[in-house]
């Protein structure tokens, strides 16, 4: 009995590592998805990586179901959210710097649209932020690219079917502040094209 309850155990958690593998390898080959690779961290080791594949953003959505049935619905439609903080340092700066302009390159050459570039002067933000848009204006990637003035470096990639209006919602539930710069430069771009 002991060895069935094992088996059985053992056959459903290989199940579902299976599944989460398999929505995760197919959410890479999404339109939206930049393989960053991994960063270096800063010789003290001061470094936050999120990586939200669609099973666990599924369960993110169900829990957020019960306060905001909209931002729920939001994050079940997202496949992939990525997030690094690095906190750089001599023994790191060189290649995360390095990591950060390739990908900023990367995604210019694919015909990713940015739409938000701040360039702060005396060492100050440095923050890019590409889309990569359907025929109909939603958002299949977003990628958000921070170099501040306290020493850290941000990556941040949102893959699914995004409309501009919804980035709020995502910034506040998933707690990435970065992201509201983006809707108030999107928002911009929308009413610019209204008025031509």
Do not use: C
């Amino acid at each position: 009995m002991k060895n069935l309850l094992r088996s059985t155990l053992a056959a459903a958690a290989l199940s579902a590592a299976l599944t989460v593998s398999s929505s995760a390898a197919s959410a890479n080959n999404e339109p939206g998805f930049i393989d960053m690779a991994a960063f270096m961290p800063a010789s003290k080791g001061e470094y936050v990586e999120v990586n939200l594949t669609p099973g666990l953003l599924k369960f993110v959505s169900k829990l957020a179901a019960h306060e905001d049935a909209e931002a729920a619905e939001l994050i079940g439609s997202l496949k992939r959210v990525r997030v690094n903080v690095v906190k750089m340092d001599d023994t790191n700066r060189a290649d995360t710097l390095a990591k950060i302009e390739s990908v900023r390159r990367q995604l210019e050459g694919a015909g990713w649209t940015q739409v938000v570039t701040v360039r702060e002067h005396n060492d100050g933000d440095n923050v890019d932020v590409h889309v990569k848009q359907n025929a109909d204006d939603s958002i299949e990637g977003l990628v958000v690219t921070v170099i501040d003035h306290k020493g850290e470096a941000v990556f941040v990639n949102l893959v699914g079917n995004i409309r501009a209006e919804q980035l709020t919602k995502i910034a506040d539930k998933l707690d990435i502040p970065s992201l509201n710069r983006v809707h108030v430069k999107m928002d911009r771009k929308h009413h610019d094209k209204e008025k031509s």
